[in-house]
Nanobody, 124 residues
Framework: QVSLVESGGRLVQAGDSLRLSCAAS????????VGWFRQAPGKEREFVAA????????EYADSVKDRFTIARDNNKNMLFLQMNSLKPDDSAVYYC?????????????????WGQGTQVTVSL
């Protein structure tokens, strides 16, 4: 069991950078694959990035590759998403998610635990 709490979302301008954080509770966090998803109004929840339990393997959506970086600190039970060169299309509620590792899932159904989300809004 793990609980997840996201933070760091806010209103920024296009081209700005922002770092999201996800604080996890539960001793099993370090053994879980963890990732970030986002959901804009009227759209389905979509995969953003994920990292394996050891941190050695990562996956990114094509839309964020080379702009976003996912990282985890298992000693502090934290997950991060560094977002650079933000665009208005990046505006969404961003969710942290965790799952027992079977590869690196990129679909929401592949994750068992979710945070409540943090709002990121990118203005022109």
């Amino acid at each position: 069991q793990v609980s997840l709490v996201e933070s760091g979302g806010r209103l920024v301008q296009a081209g700005d950078s922002l770092r999201l954080s996800c604080a996890a509770s539960g001793a099993m966090f370090r053994h879980y694959t963890v990732g970030w998803f986002r959901q804009a109004p009227g759209k389905e929840r979509e995969f953003v990035a994920a990292v394996s339990w050891r941190g050695g393997d990562t996956e990114y959506a094509d839309s964020v590759k080379d702009r976003f970086t996912i990282a985890r600190d298992n000693n502090k039970n934290m997950l991060f998403l560094q977002m650079n060169s933000l665009k208005p299309d990046d505006s969404a509620v961003y969710y942290c998610a965790a799952t027992a590792p079977v590869g690196i899932p990129t679909l929401p159904d592949g994750y068992d635990y979710w945070g409540q989300g943090t709002q990121v809004t990118v203005s022109l």
